[in-house]
């Protein structure tokens, strides 16, 4: 069984080294903020300081990144995964752990360079991504409070809103499977949408109201989830995975991308 990945795309260039680790072991690795643009800002755990986010400004494990009306951003792994932030949105990178590699041998267009393992979590706001090629020991997640989708080869969006209490996932190629806090499960087609509507219980945790709605994605918002994904980053024919896990839920699955 291998696990479903999420969101990123390989890179035809990178100059980024996984930090010194043993070459079996996973080590904190290497990513960076490209493409900002407006408001954004991130706070470094490390010195408990935030600071206004620029182009190239590398971070580290742990950081809390914000966007603000008409900011944005992408991440760039030294996995070669991308994940391009929206406005308004909240994201953590809770892990990035990668083994040892050398720059000098990688073609990204082939695959990760080495194993790795990311955790992306989303508070609100949406993240649009590729993963390409992942090795069978690596993972990439996005976790959000309420609902788990895991798919193979496809490109799509998630949104997390807190204010109107909505989940929605719009898969603009391949296949999602989603899988509510409620456990319901449903797939999701290329050129199709789920809406998952939930609520504040008496105890202050997020759960599922009345079932998914499953729609149709139009031409404008498809063209508008690929315009998302970074495309002066971009390699033409990139497979790609992804996942969206809910902390203590993961999907498994023999499906090859």
């Known amino acids: 069984m291998k696990i479903l990945y999420i969101i990123a795309v390989f890179l035809g260039a990178c100059s980024f ?24 800002q991130w706070f470094n755990p490390l010195t408990k ?6 182009n ?5 494990e742990g950081a809390v990144i914000t966007t603000g009306e008409g900011g944005g951003l992408t991440l760039v792994f030294a996995s070669g995964a991308t994940a391009t932030i929206g406005e308004k949105a909240e994201v953590t990178v809770s892990k ?23 955790e992306i979590t989303l508070a609100k706001g949406n993240i649009t991504s590729r993963v390409s090629k992942l090795k069978a020991e690596s993972s990439y997640v996005v976790k959000t409070p309420v609902g788990v989708a895991g798919v193979r080869g496809t490109t799509f969006r998630v949104n997390f809103d807190p204010q ?3 989940l929605k996932i719009e898969t603009a190629e391949g296949k999602v499977v989603l899988i509510t806090s409620a ?37 404008e918002t498809l063209t508008e989830i690929l315009s998302q994904i970074a495309p002066d ?8 995975q992804v996942i969206i896990e809910q902390p203590t839920q993961i999907i498994t699955s023999n499906d090859q991308p």
């Open 17 to 40: 080294v996984a930090k010194t680790s043993a070459a079996a072991e996973l080590a904190p690795g290497t990513y960076r903020a490209a493409s900002v643009k407006g408001s954004a």
């Open 49 to 54: 300081e935030t600071r206004p986010l620029v």
């Open 56 to 60: 190239n400004q590398e971070l580290v």
């Open 96 to 118: 990035f752990e990668q083994q040892t590699f050398d720059a000098a041998t990688v073609n990204f267009k082939k695959g990760e360079p080495s194993v790795s393992s990311i």
């Open 164 to 166: 109107t209490k909505t």
């Open 183 to 219: 456990n319901v499960e449903v797939p999701i087609e290329g050129g199709k949408d789920v809406e998952v509507k939930f609520e504040v219980n008496e105890q202050g945790d997020l759960e599922t109201v009345g079932e998914p709605v499953v729609g149709t994605i139009s031409a």
């Open 233 to 240: 980053l971009l390699q033409v024919g990139d497979q790609v």
